[in-house]
């Protein structure tokens, strides 16, 4: 072929590929009108509510029906995807829109009859009922309402979806912003089977958090085509199933969280696709089997709470694609071997909650791609070595709960990502090193029970990401100033007791904080209380105790913030062994532990204290109440466990009745003048540990 026949073949190619694409331009279709009129009427069923989509959603997500209108062609509208050739909408994409109300039976969504792939996971559709028009999309391939706060049950016409290849029916029915389901949906098992006869196409199958029920069915081994797998519902129960891990193309496989199954772990096939593993909370109650080091495509392996025991295998240590290694609160034992640095990908090591002895090995530190680190709750030994400074990823750090000595490594103030340390309930002494307080990244600071002498480093003034400082139970000494602690600005957790600390405060100041939630300052030479604690509305916890303060408890104490509305999250107040005078205060209803004890209160017991129906422990022991016990605290043996009124001046007999299945463990009248006889009803008292009535009349 010459030079000039070959541009003549090009151009007329160019111009065939042109007109071919300006006639499938032309023959587009727009949005079918009837397909249009649906999505606007669907539409006008919510509202548009910031809170409806979960926290997991990602930060640039936004409503997207907030753009939809009347006059554009709606398969230009986001969320919406159309078949060019007819205008019929065979996609919508809901996920993450702030969707909030109900999805009734006769709602236009079910008019799209064509639709192939619908996702309207992570928006709240109000404790709407599961419709069985879910399962009358003829060509439906993949569904997605997770995390919607449905209610009820699966409804069986599901199972006449023949063509799905993804189905995710997880946490329906839960709440992503306080962390708890409400009423788990409920997957009848005779749906369960015929879900798993009918829909043979699967590739995917979520399942997590449904009410089953049931053990798993045989009919699960017909979806030879799953690649991913979950069913952390919390309900599955008999025996663990092998056959579970001969599907040959499973890449993902989630079983955690059925605290009900038992079972062994089986032979672990070299052939496995395996990718990622979760069997939390299943007890196996054996060793993990050396075969696991055959599951070579491993990168999430998850075995917590399985009460697994004896050493780890070295051949864990093979597993060279492993990016995350979940072992916690399980019983191995045994030392972490060198050969941990064969994990060059890890990310994440949790091994806390276990029975590891031994040294923290060096090698740890050269494992550059670490970014958490969890060994709490051990029986490590020895010195923090310095090469833990060198993990330039590290975000979290967990040694608390060990045997570790020592001084604390300057080095450890190299780590700059670091967010949180957890170093509490070690041997840990001497000084703490400037350089801990240095990074200002810094969120969670643990340094609690261990025997760190000195000051606190300066520094810690400068942290302004910091939301909880805990440095209790030290021999920590020299003066804190607490005005400058308040201005930080995120502060929500303080606890300085149990030191040698002084505190530098200037009641005059008021603080800015206002999520503060945590308050621990016993034993730092208070004469009076803080004055920032006027206008802390969310404090949940306030321990006082073993200071001097003197006077009566302020009024404002219990009743904070500008309106001077009641106090509706304090649970926990510790204000035993200071110089109270004046009558017994009564606390919030909120309150679960209450000690005034050690005082020099006067006066009777206000029968307002009866009120506290969540009241759990009540010591009002060695001060100068007196009077008649109120016969009304009987009434809160429902929730009481310790009820201390030891060494006061009460008088006249003690009427109070406890019914049965009553709690109280704890009841102690010593050092009064009571009299009379013992009451019948400490006999419905079942759960009794201490019951002290000596020195009364």
Same mark, same amino acid.
């Given at each position: ?7 003549? =073949? ?43 989509? *979960? ?7 936004? !409503? ?13 509208? @986001?969320? &919406? ?32 009859? =064509? ?40 409804? *069986? ?5 023949? +063509? ?83 599907? /040959? ?39 993990? !089997?050396? *075969? ?150 810094? &969120? ?26 805990? &440095? ?38 008021? *603080? ?47 009743? &904070? ?6 106090? +509706? ?15 017994? /205060?009564? /606390? ?15 006066? @009777?017991? /206000? ?22 016990? !109120? ?54 008292? @079942? ?11």
């Amino acid at each position: 072929m010459s030079w000039l026949m070959f541009v003549l =073949h090009l151009f007329l190619l160019l111009f065939l590929l042109s007109s071919s694409s300006s006639f499938s331009t032309s023959a587009r279709h727009t949005c079918l009108e009837d397909q249009r009129f649906s999505l606007l009427q669907f539409k006008t069923t919510f509202t548009i509510t910031a809170n409806a989509s *979960s926290p997991r959603c990602k930060s640039n997500s936004h !409503p997207k029906m907030v753009f939809w209108n009347e006059s554009s062609d709606c398969c230009l509208w @986001e969320g &919406v995807t159309c078949d060019w050739s007819n205008g019929h909408v065979i996609g919508l994409d809901l996920s993450c829109s702030y969707l909030q109300g109900t999805i009734q039976p006769n709602t236009t969504l079910f008019h799209l009859r =064509h639709l192939q792939t619908l996702n309207l996971a992570f928006n709240d559709f109000n404790f709407s009922t599961i419709s069985p028009d879910f399962g009358s999309f003829p060509s439906l391939t993949h569904l997605n309402p997770f995390e919607t706060n449905f209610t009820g049950r699966i409804p *069986s016409k599901i199972c006449h979806l023949s +063509k799905l290849v993804s189905l995710d029916l997880s946490y329906l029915n839960y709440n992503p912003y306080d962390y708890i389901f409400y009423y788990p949906v409920r997957l009848e098992q005779h749906t369960f089977n015929m879900l798993l006869r009918n829909l043979t196409q699967l590739r995917e199958l979520h399942l997590d958090s449904l009410n089953i029920s049931s053990p798993l069915p045989h009919a699960l081994l017909n979806l030879s085509s799953l690649t991913s797998l979950s069913f952390g519902s919390y309900q599955l129960r008999g025996k663990f199933s092998e056959n579970i891990f001969h599907f /040959p193309n499973l890449r993902e496989l989630d079983v955690g969280g059925n605290s009900e199954l038992t079972g062994k772990l089986p032979y672990f096939n070299a052939t496995s696709s395996l990718q990622f593993l979760d069997l939390g909370d299943i007890s196996f109650s054996s060793q993990l !089997p050396k *075969s696991i080091s055959n599951l070579k495509a491993l990168n999430i392996l998850s075995l917590f709470y399985c009460k697994l025991s004896g050493s780890i295998p070295a051949s864990v240590w093979n597993l060279t694609k492993i990016t995350d290694l979940d072992f916690p609160f399980n019983s191995f034992s045994g030392q972490i071997p060198s050969s941990i640095s064969n994990l060059a990908r890890l990310r994440g090591l949790y091994l806390f909650g276990n029975n590891l002895n031994g040294q923290i090995i060096d090698s740890l530190g050269y494992m550059s791609q670490l970014t958490l680190l969890a060994l709490s709750s051990n029986n490590l030994n020895g010195q923090i070595p310095d090469s833990l400074g060198n993990m330039s990823q590290l975000t979290n750090l967990y040694l608390s709960g060990n045997n570790l000595n020592g001084q604390i490594p300057d080095s450890l103030g190299n780590m700059s990502l670091l967010t949180s340390r957890y170093l509490s309930y070690n041997s840990l002494n001497g000084t703490i090193p400037s350089s801990l307080f240095a990074l200002p990244s810094l &969120v969670y600071i643990y340094l609690s029970n261990n025997k760190l002498r000195g000051p606190i480093p300066g520094l810690v003034y400068e942290l302004q990401n910091l939301l909880d400082l805990w &440095v209790s139970s030290n021999n920590l000494s020299g003066v804190v100033d607490l005005d400058k602690l308040l201005k930080l600005k995120n502060l929500i957790s303080l606890d300085l007791s149990y030191n040698g600390l002084s505190l530098s405060i200037n009641n005059s100041v008021n *603080s800015t904080l206002t999520n503060f939630d945590t308050t621990g300052l016993a034993s730092c030479n208070l004469s009076e209380f803080p004055n920032f604690l006027r206008e802390q509305a969310k404090l949940h916890s306030l321990d006082l105790s073993n200071n001097k303060i003197h006077g009566e408890v302020p009024k404002w104490l219990f009743n &904070v913030g500008k309106d001077s509305l009641q106090n +509706k999250n304090l649970q926990f107040i510790d204000l035993h062994s200071n110089s109270l005078r004046g009558p017994l /205060p009564v /606390p919030p209803n909120t309150t679960y532990v209450f000690s005034i004890s050690n005082n020099k209160l006067t006066g @009777e017991i /206000p029968t307002l204290i009866c009120n506290l129906s969540s009241l759990g422990v009540l010591d009002l022991s060695n001060n100068s109440l007196s009077g008649l016990i !109120p016969q009304c605290l009987g009434n809160l043996s429902n929730s009481l466990s310790v009820l201390n009124l030891g060494t006061n001046s009460f008088s006249g007999t003690f009427t109070a009745t406890f019914t049965k299945g009553n709690f109280l463990r704890n009841l102690n009248l010593n050092g009064n003048q009571i009299e009379g006889q013992v009451p019948r009803s400490l006999l419905n008292c @079942e759960y009794f540990e201490v019951l002290d009535l000596g020195k009364t009349r």
